[in-house]
């Protein structure tokens, strides 16, 4: 089964089937520019993150979005150590251990698994994002002048 399209999408292309357009809150999507404590690594992937998921951020996602940037650029840092450094140490007996790096790497994918999770951008918590639905009356063409606030084309 394909994926539902966005309701953002579904505006702008109209209800061919005439079902209700289900509409969360269109809230302001603009998630601004990065926050200014964050670190650079972070800031790439706010950047990254913030276009792909645009339509379905808004303003007041941003701590949310701080955390799992701040979270992500730790957990790419962590994976090049371990890559460079190995995930197991030795004891002064000799017994092989898992090193900190990779206990750190562990907790750090488990945070972002449940971050992704929050933001909906896991198959399977896809499909559970709540939303409202408002009826279009034949909403097939006009759908950009919707979303600016106009009047609805009843061709």
């Known amino acids: ?6 309701s953002q999408q579904q505006i702008l292309e109209g209800a061919p089937g005439k079902r209700p357009i289900p509409i969360g809150n269109i809230p302001d999507t603009d998630i601004g520019d990065p926050p200014p404590g964050l670190p650079k690594a972070a800031r790439k992937i706010w950047l990254r993150v913030g276009q792909e998921w645009a339509l379905s951020l808004c303003s007041s ?10 979270t992500a650029a730790r957990h790419e840092a962590l994976e090049r150590r371990c890559d460079r450094e190995g995930c197991f140490d030795f004891d002064k007996d000799g017994r092989m251990i898992v090193s900190a790096s990779f206990r750190a790497l ?3 994918g488990a945070m972002l698994t449940k971050l992704f999770a929050m933001f909906g951008a896991t198959p399977a918590t896809r499909g ?16 950009l ?10 061709k």
């Open 1 to 6: 089964m394909r994926p539902r399209k966005p």
């Open 61 to 70: 996602d941003r701590e949310a979005l701080s955390l799992y940037c701040r």
């Open 128 to 143: 559970r994002v709540p939303a409202k639905t408002i009826s279009y009356p034949k909403a097939r063409r006009g759908g």
């Open 145 to 154: 002048e919707v979303l600016q606030g106009g009047k609805i084309d009843q």
């Open 106 to 108: 562990q907790q750090s």
